[in-house]
């Protein structure tokens, strides 16, 4: 991931590391990898948050796939140029709560 990111090219990761089956907490707890790899790169963090997989994609019943659309929102990204692994923390604060603030909106207009 790290050589991706030195050729300029974006790499995808999921900090929970797996779906979370409830729907209380919104998000698991967030696992360093990424963040780490943003900061030792000095790469910005862009945040996607998916807001309606557990209608479309239940994490009980994964072979169940249900059609229509999946809405997502992307977050200003975060730059972490300057930033060292004690920064990792919280740069990991700062996009769990960039991806609950667009969860809880999402809940309230639908």
Request: a positive charge; aromatic letters at 4%; one cysteine or more.
């Amino acid at each position: 991931m790290r050589k991706s990111l030195d050729e300029g090219i974006s790499v995808f990761l999921c900090p929970e590391g797996t779906r979370n089956k409830h729907e209380e907490p919104p998000l698991l707890d967030f696992r360093d990898g990424a963040f780490r790899l943003a900061v030792a790169t000095q790469t910005p963090i862009a945040a996607l948050t998916v807001l309606n997989t557990g209608r479309k994609l239940s994490p009980l019943r994964p072979i169940a796939l249900a059609p229509g659309t999946l809405h997502a929102v992307w977050s200003e990204p975060i730059e972490t140029k300057g930033m060292t692994l004690d920064d990792v923390p919280a740069l990991k604060e700062k996009v769990r709560t960039q991806m609950e603030a667009h969860l809880r909106a999402y809940r309230r207009e639908n």
